[in-house]
């Protein structure tokens, strides 16, 4: 069993829809929790960056940890073409350094 | 300003061959690593270095050798290459090792070994 968990998609929404992502994990000792963007043929970028249960908000962004059931979620509004891309979610232990664990990415069509 | 500089973008080997996989950072930043991805599989942790001279194994390093001996470059080899090792390749950095450091990837290598 993988460590992170993540459904591989696709997933295909309209413009404007929201886009709800989420990830599952098995090591409780993961401290620190992480969505990257991927467009096509492009390396992964950060989009958020969260260490502690609970919400996030960053523009049309938000970021939801559940520790307790070691759930990681990713929702975007007001969606738009621009956003389709794979989204990855990514943990790291605190002790393990820059050391990252990837689940293996969620692809989003937003559609005009 | 380049950020993070992976070449060639694109390589075909034979099995056997051996080549080296080129990364360079102009953020002066002290962590450097190196992934794989392949589908379904997200990103998996080859090498990293946390600094000039320094550098460890990751999650998959069998078949892959790195040296650190500048903070600029962390060039990946491939010693004998097989059909395994086909994927697309991405080098990271950040600039240091922990806290609350963005990683920085290029935009990735696509090896195919026949």
């Known amino acids: 069993q993988k460590e992170v968990e993540q459904d591989p998609g696709p997933l295909s929404v309209p413009e404007g829809a929201i886009v709800s992502l989420n990830c599952t994990y098995s090591?409780?000792?993961?401290?620190?929790f992480m969505w990257y963007r991927q467009y096509s043929r492009k390396g992964p970028e950060l989009l958020m960056y969260?260490?502690?249960?609970g919400n996030k908000e960053d523009g049309r962004f938000t970021a939801q940890v559940d520790k307790s059931s070691k759930y990681i979620s990713l929702f975007i509004r007001d969606s738009q073409p621009s956003d389709s891309a794979t989204y990855l979610c990514?943990?790291?232990?605190?002790?393990?350094?820059?050391?990252?664990?990837f689940g293996g990415g969620t692809r989003v069509l937003v559609k005009p | 300003n380049a950020g993070v500089t992976q070449t060639p973008k694109f390589q075909v080997l034979k099995t056997g061959q051996s080549m080296t996989l080129q990364c360079a950072q102009d953020m002066n930043h002290e962590y450097m690593s190196w992934y794989r991805q392949d589908p379904g599989m997200g990103l998996r942790l080859i090498h990293y270095?946390?600094?000039?001279?320094?550098?460890d194994q990751g999650e998959v390093p069998n078949g892959y050798n790195v040296s650190r001996s500048t903070t600029e470059d962390f060039p990946l080899r491939l010693l004998s290459a097989a059909p395994s090792q086909t994927s697309v390749y991405f080098c990271?950095?950040?600039?240091?090792?922990?806290?609350?450091?963005?990683?920085?990837f290029g935009d990735g290598t696509r090896l195919s070994i026949l």
């Open positions: 090591n409780s000792a993961f401290q620190y």
């Open positions: 990514a943990t790291r232990i605190k002790a393990a350094g820059n050391k990252l664990t």
């Open positions: 270095s946390v600094g000039a001279g320094i550098t």
């Open positions: 990271a950095s950040s600039y240091s090792n922990g806290g609350n450091q963005p990683q920085h």
């Open positions: 969260t260490y502690s249960s």
